[in-house]
């Protein structure tokens, strides 16, 4: 499933059973909604530094692949890590 760029509507819906399976589903920690929507796009953060690809020993990376959940009541904005989402659960 490692994707980046762009998700369509079965990506999108993909991502969210695996957080449901992986027992994300606290309600948003600001306001207290529990209803989330996947964006359309992946993001990036930058790291000052390179770490280790999680179960890549060899491979080192100074960013880090990101799916963005946005509360559909304030915008709060959760990350979650694509490689990590990507691992057999």
Known sequence: MYITGS???QQQDQIAGL???????QPCPRCRYSQF????S???IQL??????TGQ???LTTGLDVVLAVCTNCGFVSQHA???LDREG
Do not use: K
Not at 48 to 53: A, D, E, F, R, S
């Open 42 to 44: 992946t993001g990036r």
């Open 19 to 25: 957080l449901q399976q992986r027992s994300a589903t």
């Open 82 to 84: 694509i490689s990590i």
């Open 57 to 59: 020993p060899n491979v």
């Open 37 to 40: 929507a996947i964006l359309g």
């Open 7 to 9: 998700l369509n509507q």
């Open 48 to 53: 000052t530094g390179p770490v280790q690809v």
